[in-house]
């Protein structure tokens, strides 16, 4: 068995691990429950990895986003490690077999999402499954989306039960100290364990920049800085918007957004991956898993909701160590605005007993009838029919799910599959047999790899092409080759479900906690405040700002910032710089003070420094000059 070392060199040809990588690896080793915090491309994956490779049996990665599993899934295939994802668009077949893999192929990682954790058929194969770990990536999304979002979350220790000696390790970017004891409280860690990385980005420089005209200031910062860069804006609207605004100014650019189909994600993701596109203008919807290096810039246009979300967004730039910058950009408008947006996400116990009212009609369901029901969703059609708001019905519905009166799917594109679920030599008699149908089979062998295995994903389109016959034709074959149970064929999907969990009750009865609803809001209020107090400091040095929000005690200047640059311009060092503030701060607040009674009172200060400080702080608010006095300002 090799070593951790061996391990690294081998698979990921790095001769050294990166700061806590180590540390992190032989606390799973030792079987301890472990919450690491790494910076965003701090190598969080090698941290779980490389400890599975290391024993015999099965790591379970817990992961939140699809296109994160199959990311990963596929970069450890390409290593020759056997992995799968299972995710919402699978078909239950489809899911049976790739559990059956997991039992008995040797296979190294299974991905799944906490949604498809619940499910009973899954956990009874994984308690089959020799499981040496369980891992929740992206840990933090337990706090941020668990009480709202993702409330399955909130249940991703029930696998402990069902595996009850197997360590958890819980890997996050962002994580207040609120969050990582929220964190290892919600996975029922046998013992507080946190393993921690600084938060500090030395390569990383956080610059506000307050602009009446942000998209004139967007193309200017765009021209300057000629690599790859990604926009960030708070609607889907907005990013064809900006996206259409820069190709005017000839810069090269695209929009992502959630909204968009899998496939053309995907495509758009792959052109700026390749450099073929140099600006991604996206929603959140373009942050977790999003790994390139030669990133020079992340610009905010509108403020996040959160320090964690900026502090996650912000860190896509930078990746190859070599500085880069992550710029907001703000005005008087955005605290409006973003106090509208936050409050939008909390509708009040009327609304959303309005809302399940208007479900039941829409599907026409009677009352004490339709538990474990399902039924295809339009929510644009649903919002259109009875005149809601899209984004206020949406967490509605997903206060419903906390609450398990419904459950939705994903809308997530599936694509076409294939397995074939008859041996080598069974197929070869039926090739014999039928000849009619052995150019085709031929074909999709020498198309696809790993057919006899598992379910793989097939596109008729291409199958056509190769086949010199129209698509319908393709199908036709797959169909009648499915018909003879030669083969499993799974048809592309794209529809999204509502499913009643339990029976439909009437709309005034169902219970609705105002309470929680208060503390939610409140909660989303203060990290909203709190990202609002960042963008308006502009006396301490961001990095300083950002480590003191997550709870790391540190006196780092990053010399880089805004604020560091202005502070820098006064050609006084930071001590000096705080010794003379402090000076200024007591004496002030005391009392209203002229400049000459001022320096005759700091004596051990040379004149021109106190001037330049003096001036420096009333610039940035924090002292205030009337009638030739100055005074501090509370």
């Known amino acids: 068995?090799?070593?951790?070392?061996e391990i690294l060199i081998k698979y990921w040809g790095h001769t050294n691990f990166r700061p806590m990588q180590e540390e992190i690896i032989q606390s799973v080793l030792a079987k301890k429950d472990t919450l690491a915090l790494l910076p965003t491309g701090g190598g969080k994956s090698?941290?779980?990895?490389?400890?599975?490779?290391?024993?015999?049996?099965?790591?379970?990665?817990?992961?939140?986003?699809?296109?994160?599993?199959?990311?990963?899934?596929?970069?450890?295939?390409s290593k020759g490690i056997k992995s799968v994802a299972i995710t919402s668009g699978m078909s239950k077949d489809e899911v049976d077999v790739a559990l059956g893999n997991c039992i008995y192929g040797n296979y190294k990682f299974l991905y799944l999402s906490p949604e498809r954790l619940q499910n009973k058929m899954v956990q009874e194969r994984i308690r089959?499954?020799?499981?040496?770990?369980?891992?929740?990536?992206?840990?933090?999304?337990?706090s941020e989306w668990g009480y709202d979002f993702r409330p399955s979350y909130l249940h991703i220790a029930e696998i402990r039960e069902v595996i009850p000696d197997v360590p958890i390790l819980a890997l996050t970017a962002t994580a207040t100290a609120d969050i990582i004891d929220d964190i290892q409280d919600k996975l029922l860690f046998s013992e507080k364990h946190l393993l921690q990385s600084s938060f500090v980005r030395e390569y990383l420089s956080y610059v506000v920049i307050n602009t009446e005209n942000k998209k004139t200031k967007l193309v200017k910062i765009l021209n300057h800085f000629k690599s790859s860069a990604i926009v960030y804006v708070g609607s889907r609207k907005e990013t064809k918007k900006i996206t259409q605004l820069l190709r005017t100014h000839n810069i090269s650019s695209d929009y992502y957004h959630a909204g968009l189909d899998m496939d053309i994600r995907n495509q758009k993701q792959e052109k700026w991956t390749h450099n073929e596109i140099r600006v991604m203008v996206a929603t959140n919807a373009f942050g977790m898993g999003i790994d390139k290096e030669n990133v020079r810039v992340v610009v905010h246009i509108n403020t996040p909701t959160s320090l964690e979300a900026y502090f996650q967004e912000a860190g896509r730039a930078g990746r190859d160590g070599k500085l880069a910058y992550a710029i907001l950009l703000t005005n008087k408008s955005d605290v409006i605005d973003l106090n509208r947006f936050v409050l939008s996400q909390f509708p009040s116990v009327q609304e959303i007993r309005d809302c399940y009212q208007k479900i039941a009609d829409y599907f026409h369901i009677a009352v004490d009838t339709a538990e474990g029901e399902s039924f295809e969703f339009d929510i644009n059609d649903f919002c259109e029919r009875y005149n809601l708001k899209t984004y206020k019905t949406y967490n509605i519905l997903k206060y419903l799910e906390k609450e398990e009166f419904i459950k939705l799917t994903d809308s997530i594109h599936s694509p076409s599959k294939l397995h074939f679920i008859v041996d080598n030599t069974e197929l070869y008699r039926f090739q014999v047999a039928n000849v009619h149908y052995d150019s085709f089979i031929k074909l999709l062998l020498r198309s696809y790899s790993g057919l006899f295995e598992n379910y793989v994903t097939i596109n008729e389109q291409t199958l056509s092409s190769r086949f010199n016959s129209p698509p319908t034709q393709v199908v036709d074959l797959l169909e009648k080759l499915q018909q003879l149970e030669i083969l499993k064929y799974l048809p592309r999907t794209n529809a999204p479900k509502l499913i009643f969990t339990k029976n439909r009750a009437e709309a005034s009865t169902i219970k609705i906690s105002e309470e929680i609803l208060e503390k939610r809001k409140q909660l989303k209020k203060q990290k909203m405040e709190s990202i609002i107090a960042y963008s308006e400091n502009i006396t301490i040095c961001r990095t300083q700002q950002l480590l003191d929000y997550f709870g790391e005690e540190n006196n780092y200047?990053?010399?880089?910032?805004?604020?560091?640059?202005?502070?820098?311009?006064?050609?006084?060092?930071?001590?000096?710089?705080?010794?003379?503030?402090?000076?200024?701060?007591?004496?002030?607040?005391?009392?209203?003070?002229?400049?000459?009674?001022?320096?005759?009172?700091?004596?051990d200060v040379r004149e021109e420094k106190i001037i330049k400080v003096l001036q420096w702080l009333i610039d940035n608010g924090q002292i205030k000059l009337m009638e030739n006095k100055y005074s501090w300002i509370v």
């Open 1 to 5: 068995m090799f070593n951790a070392k």
């Open 557 to 603: 200047k990053c010399g880089k910032c805004d604020v560091c640059v202005e502070r820098n311009k006064l050609d006084i060092s930071d001590l000096e710089f705080e010794k003379i503030k402090k000076y200024l701060q007591n004496i002030l607040s005391e009392k209203e003070m002229i400049s000459s009674e001022i320096v005759n009172t700091i004596t």
């Open 128 to 142: 089959q499954m020799n499981v040496n770990l369980i891992t929740v990536d992206e840990a933090h999304c337990i």
């Open 46 to 77: 090698v941290c779980f990895q490389i400890p599975c490779l290391m024993q015999d049996g099965i790591c379970i990665v817990i992961s939140p986003l699809i296109s994160l599993m199959k990311d990963q899934v596929e970069h450890l295939k």
